[in-house]
């Protein structure tokens, strides 16, 4: 963490909770965050509990992103959702090109485009990347990342580093409870950093680690410069590891 950037913490709750579940998380979670605290928290819900949780969260310092966004304002794409319509629910933000989104069929040319359109919408956007253990295992990290990094950030301009935030997620550490040491999270989030540049002020820029981030491990890994926050899956699940996890960044 830098002194000049403030922290992100991000609950990523992939397919869990129906609404009535999101809306007492939510307030919950209010009630354990301290709101004066140097720390961006948000949580993202799935596209059916965003409303939900945008109300229970209105008035609060807490923001809610989508877990995905299409790149097409409206049209016959069954099963999307647009970046309107995601702020028509109330949420702030996306995630973008998650690995398990990418896993799926998501491209890096769709990575770009839903950076582009979420951008453009208002919408802050996380923008993810990171390897899988083969590539870690081939000594092709740094290609990989640079490569997800470069592509995903093929339509964007530096005015849209208030905008954009990346989270680097190693396949491998991601819900599996092998996280990445603190050198290896500093070391990618560096490169993350290094490539980004090329495009935006890599200085102002949020650079978060994601992959079984916990309320053991979250202060020594958001203790290195280059590691702004975290994206958290299975451990932002329940307000209190949660918020454990944003007491550490803050
Ligand atoms: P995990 O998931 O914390 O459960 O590893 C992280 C993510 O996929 O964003």
Redesign the pocket.
């Known amino acids: 963490m830098s002194v000049g950037r403030r922290p992100l913490v991000a609950g ?1 709750w ?1 397919m869990h909770k129906t609404a009535v579940e999101a809306r007492d998380f939510c307030v919950a979670l209010a009630g354990l965050v301290d709101s004066g605290a140097p720390v961006d928290v948000a949580v993202c819900p799935p596209f059916t509990a965003l409303q939900a949780s945008s109300d229970a969260l209105a008035g609060t310092e807490v923001a809610v992103y989508a877990q995905n966004v299409h790149e097409a304002d409206a049209g016959a794409h069954t099963g999307e959702v647009s970046a309107a319509m995601l702020i028509d629910a109330g949420a702030d933000g996306a ?1 973008v090109g ?3 989104r990418r896993a799926a069929g998501d491209t890096d040319a769709q990575v770009a485009a839903r950076v582009r359109a979420g951008i453009d919408a208002g919408l802050l956007v996380v923008m ?1 990347c990171g390897e899988s253990i083969d590539t870690r295992r081939a000594g092709e990290t740094e290609e990989w990342v640079t490569r997800q990094v470069r592509e995903g950030l093929a339509q964007a301009t530096a005015a849209d580093i208030d905008r954009l935030v990346i ?1 680097y ?1 190693p396949i491998w ?5 092998e ?1 990445a040491t603190p050198d290896q999270a500093q070391e990618a989030c560096a490169i993350v950093r290094a490539v980004a540049s090329e495009v935006v002020d890599g200085q102002r820029l949020r650079v978060l680690y ?5 309320p053991g491990n979250a202060a020594e890994l958001m203790a290195c410069p280059d590691v702004d926050g975290a ?6 699940l329940d307000p209190e590891s949660f918020a454990a996890i944003v007491a550490a960044a803050a």
């Not at 994601?210 to 916990?214: E, F, I, Y």
């Not at 994206?231 to 932002?236: D, M, R």
């Open positions: 990523n992939k995630l998650h690995s398990e993810c989270a997620e550490a991601i819900g599996t409870g996280t994601g992959g079984s981030v916990n994206l958290v899956g299975g451990a932002s």
